[in-house]
Structure formats: structure tokens, C-alpha cells
């Protein structure tokens, strides 16, 4: 069965980088868009990237553009979130999904935590 | 700025139905969204209900079910039980590799 494992979270100071990967196993990783989405504490879920099957395309929220930058390995079935100049309010629970032909998000992750803090 | 409204919270009887609903801020929502529910509990990612409007995800028991009500998206749920007590998510894809999500509706089955 599809199986999506975040891994790279962690405590990081306001300013700094960090990589979030996203194994993907059980299906065909190089079928599917692929989006990061994410969940501030006791706050609601919202967008944060999507990347097309085959990485040709790339969309970003406002909030992020210019400093977190998706992108995946078909070969090694992963997904990236390169994530810098991070801010206290890049403070969330980060999810990895596939993008379902439907335009919804079938399947997500466990989701990996980043807390931005000095 | 787009935005995608949802009843905060909502209550319903064990047994009971209730039907929750996803609007916009300016404009009605329509197929063409493509109209997405998931539910979450605490502590837990989010789970697929309903994509396209009204197709439930693998799994999903039939007593949940997705339309479009005047000019909502809206959840059915059928027969609520203890464990449908969840935080509900519509997502809107407003093309272009955009999604917007709403903020969530906390339900109670009580």
C-alpha cells in the first residue's frame, strides 16, 4: 500500500535552512504530482508546494515563494522541501501527499515537526 | 485574496445527520473546483473523504457523501458516529497548481 515517510524536522533558529525529505514507496512515485502541505499548532492545515509528476512544473504560496523550494528524485522515489531564511511562523507540522488525478490529496504522510526557534 | 469558508464547529446526535459546507469568500463554488474533503483527528495526518466533488476516497463508508448545495460544496454525514468526532477540511483547486484550504470544521457528536 502507498506509504509516505517525512524525516528531517527539527528545532532550527529564525534565519537558518533545513531539508525535509519524503520517501514514497507502494505506488508509482513517477506517476504522481506530489505537494507538501502543513499544520501550525492548533491551527488548521494549509499549502505550502506542489511539484508535477515529472518536475516540469512547480507552484508555491505566497508565503514561501522565494525561500522554500520543492523537488523530487524519481529514481530514489523522494521529495524534497528545501526550506530557508526560515521565520518563527514556519513553525508546523510539514506532510508530504500525492496529487490525485481527481486534483485531491490522496494520500499523506505522518508528517515530520519543524520548530523555528532561537 | 481568496478565501474558503466553514462553519468553526458543528454538533449532531449519535445517529444523526449533519451536513457541513464549504464556501468562498467572493463567488460560488462549483465542480470545476474539484471540491475536496478530508478528515483529521488529533495527533493524526489527514485522511481523503471525498475528491471531485462527490467521489468517495478508497475505504470511505458510504455514509459519507459530498455535493454541491446551492453555491456550497457540502459534506453528508449519515448515521454520525462517536468516531466521526474529527476536524473536517474542505480544499478548493483553483487551478494553476493552486489549492486553498479552508479553515476546518471542528465536529462534536454528542
Known amino acids: 500500500q502507498v506509504q509516505l515517510v517525512e524525516s528531517g524536522g527539527g528545532v532550527v533558529q529564525p534565519g537558518r535552512s533545513l531539508r525535509l525529505s519524503c520517501a514514497a514507496s507502494?505506488?508509482?512515485?513517477?506517476?504522481?504530482?506530489m505537494y507538501w502541505g502543513r499544520q501550525a499548532p492548533g491551527k488548521g492545515l494549509e499549502g505550502v508546494a506542489v511539484i508535477w509528476y515529472d518536475g516540469s512544473n512547480k507552484y508555491y504560496v505566497d508565503s514561501v515563494k522565494g525561500r522554500f523550494t520543492i523537488s523530487r528524485d524519481n529514481s530514489k522515489n523522494m521529495l524534497y522541501l528545501e526550506m530557508n531564511s526560515l521565520r518563527a511562523e514556519d513553525t508546523a507540522v510539514y506532510y508530504c501527499?500525492?496529487?490525485?488525478?481527481?486534483?485531491?490529496?490522496?494520500?499523506w504522510g505522518q508528517g515530520t515537526l519543524v520548530t523555528v526557534s532561537s | 485574496q481568496t478565501v474558503v469558508t466553514q462553519e468553526p464547529s458543528f454538533s449532531v446526535s449519535p445517529g444523526g445527520t449533519v451536513t457541513l459546507t464549504c464556501g468562498l469568500s467572493?463567488?460560488?463554488?462549483?465542480?470545476?473546483?474539484?471540491p475536496s474533503w478530508y478528515q483529521q483527528t488529533p495527533g493524526q495526518p489527514p485522511r481523503s473523504l471525498i475528491y471531485n466533488t462527490d467521489t468517495r476516497s478508497s475505504g470511505v463508508p458510504d455514509r459519507f457523501s459530498g455535493s454541491i448545495l446551492g453555491n456550497k460544496a457540502a459534506l453528508t454525514i449519515t448515521g454520525a458516529q462517536a468516531d466521526d468526532e474529527s476536524h473536517y477540511y474542505c480544499?478548493?483547486?483553483?487551478?494553476?497548481?493552486?489549492?486553498?484550504f479552508g479553515g476546518g470544521t471542528k465536529l462534536t457528536v454528542l
Open positions: 501527499a500525492t496529487v490525485s488525478s481527481g486534483w485531491s490529496f490522496e494520500s
Open positions: 507502494g505506488f508509482t512515485f513517477s506517476g504522481y504530482g
Open positions: 480544499v478548493l483547486y483553483m487551478g494553476s497548481g493552486i489549492w486553498v
Open positions: 467572493s463567488g460560488s463554488v462549483f465542480s470545476g473546483y474539484y
